[in-house]
């Protein structure tokens, strides 16, 4: 499975991907407003660092803005992806922006209808919300399942990017049910390499080690 970040936050996405974990980003209106800073800027900015995808998102709602819109964003650099909302508009925008050969991620899908529909306009990437989808006390990974067997049926190239999600948890039931991609924000991909027993058995190892007297370098 691969990994995106969710955010726009520089300095978080950097730390992650100084480790080589990152395979991408995505972003959204929302979490440019949190950054504070220009989308233009801080898109270019994450497109420069990390070696993958960075989906940058229309704000149209009309297909032939949203298309406008898309070659703009995707102007800033070779990596972006153009995210598009999962509308009509938003799907015939896309239809022809993948047929100009730019990458695409349909966003805000609540259902398999949806990404029946966005496989159909070629998009690159589909993304199933999981957790605004269990707020509503709705099972978002099933959702996951039900597309991983839609896609699979038909053999379509367009990847499963579970998206919303709030919990470590949630990434193992991504990377369990199928999912090609799953983009979560910064603190959950860091909270995915905690246990308390990692914790408890460094402490008794270096504890251990210290009573030995020795030193590796
Ligand atoms: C995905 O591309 C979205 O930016 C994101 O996952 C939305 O997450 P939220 O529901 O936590 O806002």
Redesign the pocket.
């Known amino acids: 499975m691969k990994f995106?970040v969710?955010s726009a936050d520089v300095d978080a996405i950097a730390e992650l991907n100084d480790i080589g974990i990152v395979d991408g980003v995505?972003?959204?209106p929302?979490?440019i407003l949190k950054s504070g800073r220009d989308i233009t800027e801080v898109t270019r900015e994450i497109c420069e660092m990390v070696d993958g995808p960075v989906?940058a998102?229309v704000v149209a709602l009309e297909a032939d803005a949203m298309i406008a819109e898309g070659r703009k964003l995707a102007a800033i650099a070779e990596n972006i992806c153009i995210?598009l909302p999962m509308t009509l508009d938003g799907l015939k925008a896309c239809k022809a922006l993948t047929g100009e050969g730019y990458k695409t991620?349909v966003?805000l899908c609540f259902s398999a209808n949806q990404a029946l529909l966005a496989a159909k306009a070629g998009a690159t990437y589909i993304?199933p919300?999981i957790?605004?989808l269990d707020d509503l006390n709705i099972d978002g990974m099933e959702l996951i399942g039900d597309i991983r067997t839609i896609y699979d049926n038909y053999d379509f190239d367009t990847q499963i990017?579970a998206?919303?999600?709030?919990s470590a948890n949630h990434m193992k039931e991504a990377a369990l049910i199928g999912a090609d991609v799953a983009?979560?924000?910064p603190g959950v991909i860091k909270a995915m390499a905690g246990h308390v027993l990692t914790d408890k058995g460094l402490e008794a190892f270096l504890k251990d080690w210290e009573k030995t007297g020795q030193k590796i370098l």
């Open positions: 995106f969710d995505t972003t959204n929302s979490l989906s998102e995210k991620n966003t993304s919300f957790g605004r990017l998206a919303s999600i709030r983009t979560a924000p």
